[in-house]
């Protein structure tokens, strides 16, 4: 179990420009989920796949972005004609969906995204 | 609309009482709540859950209690110690989407 790992860990661009980020799960895990989190708040979801459909994407995310699972492995994000409101701390998590169950989730140490 | 609120953004105790870190949510519908601390430079990391139907969960010197009828929980920590000095998240989970609260900062003062 090497964890969940993201990269870059950090990502420096221009307004306007288009960046990508990955994230590649705990292996046996059947659920992958991104949350975006800025200072002094909460983690704030913004989309989550059960193996690789996707299952469920957050009315404030903007068409500017988009997420991927193919073959129900790693993952990306790509955020296009980056703002500079998009500078933020992107973090990945899965989980193991088996049943009524608490479904914790394990987190990577995130993306830390500058828009300039 | 925030459904999961932590209101107290700071909290601060001496090294052997206890950290109390309360937690408000407005949705009836969840059905699990979390707790998750958090580090420095890391990612969250799972510490303890509490199912609705339940109304307290011990795991050694951590417990969650629940209060469904003032849509309320809270995390005991005791006793507590300086390397529990980190960010605490309070989420709660209904359809696989788990919604967190903005964080509470314990300092534990050896």
């Known amino acids: 179990d090497t964890g969940v790992s993201q990269d870059p860990r950090h990502k420096i661009t221009k307004r306007g420009q288009n960046v990508t980020f990955r994230c590649d799960p705990i292996s046996e895990h059947n659920r992958l989920y991104w949350y975006r989190q800025t200072l002094g708040q909460g983690p704030e979801f913004l989309t989550y796949f059960q193996n690789e459909a996707q299952l469920e994407k957050s009315r404030l995310l903007s068409d500017r972005f988009s997420a991927e699972r193919p073959k129900g492995s790693f993952s990306t994000l790509e955020i296009q004609r980056t703002e500079q409101g998009d500078s933020a701390m992107y973090l990945c998590a899965s989980s193991f969906r088996y049943g009524q169950e608490e479904e914790k989730l394990f987190f990577g140490s995130g993306t830390q995204l500058s828009v300039l | 609309d925030q459904q999961v609120k932590q209101n107290s953004p700071s909290l601060s105790v001496q090294e052997g009482r206890i950290s109390i870190l309360n937690c408000d949510y407005t949705?009836?519908?969840?059905?699990?709540f979390l707790w998750y601390k958090k580090y420095p430079a890391e990612g969250p990391t799972f510490l303890i859950s509490?199912?609705?139907?339940?109304d307290k969960n011990e795991d050694g010197r951590f417990t969650v209690f629940l209060n469904k009828s003032a849509k309320h929980l809270s995390l005991h920590i005791v006793p507590s110690q300086p390397g529990d000095s980190a960010v605490y998240f309070c989420?709660?989970?209904?359809?696989?989407?788990?919604?967190f609260g903005d964080g509470t900062t314990l300092t534990v003062k050896p």
């Open positions: 949705n009836s519908m969840f059905d699990y």
């Open positions: 989420a709660a989970k209904r359809a696989g989407k788990s919604t």
């Open positions: 509490i199912s609705s139907i339940k």
